[in-house]
């Protein structure tokens, strides 16, 4: 009798216990952590930087009205670029990176936790060059444009404050500072960052919310900032492109622990309805035929560089933003900016 009451006992302790598993778990890393779906299938973890949360908000539930995504459930979580990457780095679960830039990427291939062959893993999806979207560096003014900003020129001009994140904590900085470099080389960017920049906030949304709230003159940033405020109802803004400018492009991969979901997903948001909703919010789209159905929303000014214009970021990072190196480290230790990663 005993012996039969220790059997039940166990055989409902081992039923409990799977009645209490259910999706994936995943853990809650930066600022923004959410989750959607009924968790009722499969879980993906989706890790991003800060300013596409929105779009990522309109495109999760498109994705579970696919076969591919149906009964899946989202852990989504949204920072600074590079908090994000050296947070998944750290153990934070990931399905899917979404960074704003490739080294923040690359930065997981070493431990296995993104595959080496990322890149033409993005592009077989349809992601040109392992990229989701591209933006050009822009500047966003007061209303009416009280200072008389048209270029790279006039930002430093006396009393002109400009507000853009921290390049050691943020992806978007370094393309903002990228535009600068080939504005004016390393001798623009230091009068820039010593004379007009009183405030490195952590993130591009963090800039976007500090210039919003009355800060500054100038925000240097992606053009779609611009799109994103003005969407969600903020007003007295006005973008201008100045005529020498730097693409930005923003990667996407799927984790060595997304597997075959996470790679349906970066192939849904590389699809012709997950490529307009970033249109949608002032994204330029990789997806060739949206971008075609958009272009004359996406002008191009008289002069666009690149990355691979200054050798990659390999190098780009070694020159000027290495913490112990790097030309751009060096102004802000001098200016008492922390360059710590």
């Known amino acids: 009798m005993k012996l039969k009451i220790l059997i039940l006992a166990l055989a409902s302790a081992a039923l409990l216990a799977a009645g209490c598993g259910g999706a994936s778990d995943s853990t ?10 009924s ?10 930087y800060s300013t596409p ?8 539930p498109d994705f579970q009205k696919t076969p591919e995504g149906r009964g899946v459930s989202f852990k989504t979580s949204y920072g600074a670029s590079g908090d994000q990457s050296r947070a998944v780095l750290a153990g934070q679960k ?19 936790l993104v595959p080496a062959d990322w890149v033409e893993q993005t592009e077989a999806a349809g992601g040109k060059g392992g990229f989701v979207t591209t933006s050009l560096v822009s500047f966003v003014v007061r209303k009416g444009n009280p200072k008389g900003i048209r270029g790279w020129d006039d930002l430093l001009k006396p009393g002109v404050k400009v507000v853009t994140p921290n ?8 393309w903002n500072l990228m535009g600068a470099y080939q504005h004016g080389g390393i001798d623009y960017v230091r ?15 963090e800039a976007l919310q500090t210039f919003t ?34 693409l930005i492009q923003n990667p996407i991969a799927a984790t060595t622990a997304g597997g075959a979901k996470g790679r349906a997903f970066v192939t849904f948001a590389l699809s012709d309805a997950a490529q307009q909703h970033f249109a949608d919010w002032g994204y330029r789209p990789v997806n060739q035929a949206v971008f075609d159905k958009n272009k004359a929303r996406f002008p191009y000014p008289p002069t666009v560089r690149t990355i691979d214009d200054y050798g990659g970021w390999s190098k780009v990072n070694d020159e000027l933003f290495d913490p112990e190196k790097g030309s751009v480290a060096k102004i802000e230790d001098d200016n008492g900016v922390s360059t710590a990663k």
């Open 191 to 205: 009068r820039l960052l010593t004379d007009h920049v009183p405030v490195q906030p952590k993130s591009g949304r």
């Open 167 to 174: 390049p050691f904590t943020s992806g978007a900085a370094k």
């Open 28 to 37: 809650s890393g930066s600022s923004g952590s959410s989750s959607s779906g």
């Open 213 to 246: 709230g009355g800060e500054g003159d100038v925000l240097i940033s992606y053009e779609y900032e611009y799109t994103t405020a003005v969407k969600k109802g903020e007003k007295g803004l006005q973008l201008v492109q100045p005529a020498d400018t730097f």
């Open 53 to 60: 949360e929105v779009v990522y908000d309109e495109i999760i």
């Open 94 to 112: 990931a399905d899917v990176v979404a960074l704003s830039l490739a080294p923040d990427v690359d930065r997981l291939v070493p431990d296995k």
């Open 39 to 48: 968790g009722g299938g499969s879980s993906l973890s989706l890790v991003a």
